[in-house]
């Protein structure tokens, strides 16, 4: 009762100086309602930090509820804003809310905008917390000082953004820009990995592998007819291209640069074109190959078109063109439908020596990355093995038809050992790696900067060696040099091969979304 009269007495005692003072005004902060001795008593901080009873009112049970107190207050119009609002040093600011407490609002100034002095229209989110209007009308979360960050904004954030893996390392794009540049940590992560089944999936890519890059060979040996093998397997071989191109471009390249751009490795100086200077050394490197095998090719050629061998000049000029005729007609006829399709055998300065140069070049870019294919596979979490997995078998199937294609074509007609032995590294190199990955899978940190340069180098030399052989090799010589095989088809043909290549590119492109 004594407090109750005393509350009265300042009351009167304000009253009366807001009389005799009417020129100097008082703000007051923070007002609130507080219950003491079963009376609830409105008050509010003074200048001097002090709290200001105003008045009481009477209640019928010991304690407010929550729900009278917010409609208390927001009948009063205090708390429906925060105020006296400040910087922080975390871009965000503090406020006094309607109970006289510090509280951060998650928003951040521009440069050149000042810390603004109160935020109004404070409103629930169910579940979410307390928000208020910024100046510029968007909900701000408002959270007790110390707290994290406000669960709409990490669930807003994380929703936004897209993540996969590529093998143990996470690459996450989009979300929130503060969430996309935070510090990686390159320690190694505790993922779960199912032993037994990446056990069985290793036989599954080897079938798979084994398929693709042996069907060109089989087809090719079918009683089908020339003409129909011979234009299958040209549709097969731009398609192939397509592949090749898109595996180069897609799956290779741009793989190589989220690996070389991991935040894990400190450059000594960063230099952002380091993929495609690696790119460019695997397309120098494939280019001097090519050179130097298409000079000792030619000189060889040159060498013994003017001496036979056993060390005669050449057939004189005189001698009548009839012996030429004869042994040709003597000759057994070859049927090889392959034949009809090799461009290098058509008089555009090629040779059979050439084409096993195109076609070996092609084979290192495939190995190359097919080992790191499957090492990748094996050593990806459990949350996107299955994903990558079916993506990969596809893509297998499809790398092996192109190569397949191209082995098939080669000048011996012969399956053994050659063809067979090149199709063969092919089908064992990815379920070798994938074997690799199995051994290291519990002690590979797919975030130690060696081991992700390592990635990305192999990757991009794999880019810049498939990029030669597709564009080059394949695609340039088939389509535009002077003796290409698509320069002498028909339209239809033409169209279709089109067709084929167009798919080839597209396919492979849109695998590139998963793996």
Partial sequence: ????????????????????????????????????????IYGCFGPNGSRTPFSTIAVSTPAITAASVSATATATGQTTAVTSCTALATDDVQCVNGAGSTVRVEYTPTATEDVPAQFT??????????????????DVAVVALGAGPSSSSSSSGSSERSCHFHGPVEHCVGGDESEAEEVRDCGMSDYSYNIPLRVGMIFVVLVTSGIGVYAPMIISKLPLGGKTIGNALQMLKQFGTGIIISTAFIHLYSHAELYLSNQCIRWPVYYEGTTSAIVMAGLFISFLIDFLAHR????????????NPDGASATSSTESPSHDAKAAAQQPPNN????????????NGGSPDNDKLSVTLMEVGIVFHSILIGLTLSVTPDQAFRTLLVVIIFHQFFEGLALGARISLLPNTSIFPRKFLMAGAFTLITPIGMAIGLGVVNSFNGNDPSTVISFGTLNAL?????????????????????GGE???????????AMVFFVSGLVLMSVLGKWA
């Fill in 486 to 496: 698509m320069l002498k088809t028909s339209t239809v043909r033409t169209a279709v």
């Fill in 462 to 482: 794999s880019a810049g060696i498939l990029i030669w052989v597709g564009v080059v090799d394949m695609w340039a010589r088939d389509w535009v040099i002077e």
């Fill in 121 to 138: 229209g404070c409103h629930e989110h169910d579940g979410e917390g307390l928000f208020c209007f910024s100046p510029e009308g968007e």
């Fill in 1 to 40: 009762m004594l407090r109750n009269t005393l509350t009265l007495v300042a009351v009167a005692l304000n009253g009366a100086y807001a009389q005799t003072s009417s020129s100097a005004r008082t703000t007051y902060t923070g007002c609130s309602t507080e219950t003491i001795d079963g009376q609830a």
């Fill in 336 to 347: 090889n439908p392959l034949l009809m399709f090799d461009h290098h055998s058509h008089g």
């Fill in 296 to 307: 000792y090719v030619g000189s060889r050629t040159r060498s013994t078109s003017t001496t």
